[in-house]
């Protein structure tokens, strides 16, 4: 064993120590967190504005501060952008993070010292914690890359602007920046596409270990190196031992990229965004992601079925159930506060407290009062290509209220195959049945002759990722809205499928 393998093991083992700490006392854990958040901001414009001084129990706390999306909270936020001090937060924050404005368009985050140290330690501690528990530490000797958006910032009025991942890019440590790739150069390149072939030169000849970035791009990545090298991946780089993801659920694209690779590698799944760092997956043996309660966010969580009511019960960790989807409600050291991160997540175990992401509480299918949710439409698709021979390589889905003629209406799943199953009929009844089998409401519909069964629109090869591009988002933390109430994506598909 190398003394770099040797160190990184007992730092391992000292990170999970101290997480064990935590995990096992989940309910004074945050409870911590959440009196030191509300005294630390007590003297901040906001603290002030909401009587945070007469703040000693949860229950103040919802009195005092209501949940806010991010249009609820852009005056304070327009205020820090603007220079001033002590508004959510004790100073200036150090860097705002631009979004990519999933649900409202482009987002200003603020990232403090305080947040921006939580988010690289949480980064850290999921490669360490897999490092405990498998005991492979081979993969730090190789070459590392991480898929990401350029790492050039602007200043403005003493706060560095930018993207996240460009952010996070200035945090590498110094024992990997002999590992890391790309280059600074390669990175900084702004056009998406121009910058993943820069990418396959540099790292076509390199020793390969590790592997990090939202699926659909690591897809396009692998893709390109398949072609350039007429091998599998897994074949380019013989070393090539974990995938690191976030941002989207790997299930529907795990088949397509074994294939990619010609061999199965350990993945290790995170919840990062700008508002914060949430979960890590902690285990290669249990499913979901280790809910993350000493890092400086304190977790409310909401009934998403309750979500829209006037006065929605505002719960804590102590309170949440097994299989509910929730709506995360976050407070932390960033300065935001009852901020509805727009996530939803369902808890899969208490002991410790483990978690999915379901999806986004604007990103739905409800036309029919169904409310189907990503979650099950990433379940049943997952099950529609494991029992044929279809690959896929993106979909999307929307409904379809008024159809031609006197067809009843449907759910239509936009897919862009990679191979199109032997027999479209099969593929669709495994979609429907799994999606009646997790959703009562939508087996109701189907049943009770409201909606008939969902239709499959083939989508041309290429055509999400032309998508993206004529949208403004093609690559970097940028995703596929995977379903949607309304047909503006379906739509944008088709006329690109007619072009």
Known sequence: MSLKSFAAKVFARNIARKTARWANHPIATQEKVFKALVRKASSTKFGKDHGFNGIASHADFI?????????????????????????????KPIYIAKTSGTTSGAKYIPITEASIKCQVAASRNAILNYIHETGNADFVHGKMIFLQGSPELREQNGIKLGRLSGISAHYVPNYLQKNRLPSWETNCISDWETKV????????KQDMTVIAGIPSWVQMYFEKLNKRSEKKVGQLFQNFQLF??????????????????????????????????????????????????????????????????????????????????????????????????????????????????????????SAFGEHVIAKEVEEAMQNAIAQTDAKVNEFTVAPQITPEGQELPYHEWLVEFERAPSEMSGFIQILDRSLQEQNSYYYDLISGNILQQLKVTSIKQGGFMEYMKSVGKLGGQNKVQRLSNDRKVADALHALKMQ
């Open 244 to 365: 690191i993801y976030g941002g989207v659920n790997y299930e529907p694209y795990r088949a397509k990229f074994e294939d990619l690779i010609g061999r199965k590698v350990d993945s290790i799944e995170l919840f990062p965004a700008s508002e914060g760092f949430f979960a890590y997956q902690d285990s290669q043996r249990e499913k979901g992601m280790l809910l993350l309660l000493d890092s400086g966010i304190f977790y409310e969580f909401v009934r998403a079925d309750r979500f829209f009511d006037p006065h929605p019960e505002r719960i804590t960790l102590q309170d949440v159930e097994l299989g509910v989807n929730y709506v995360m409600i976050i407070s932390t050291n960033a300065g935001l506060w009852a901020y509805n991160l727009g996530d939803t997540i369902q808890f899969i175990s208490t002991r410790p407290h483990r978690i999915i992401v379901s999806g986004r509480i604007k990103h739905f299918i």
């Open 197 to 204: 072939d820069a990418i396959v030169e540099e790292t076509m």
């Open 63 to 91: 009195s005092r501060v209501p949940i806010r999306d991010y249009e609820q909270l852009k005056p304070y936020i327009e205020a820090m952008v603007d220079g001033k001090d002590d508004v959510l937060w004790p100073g």
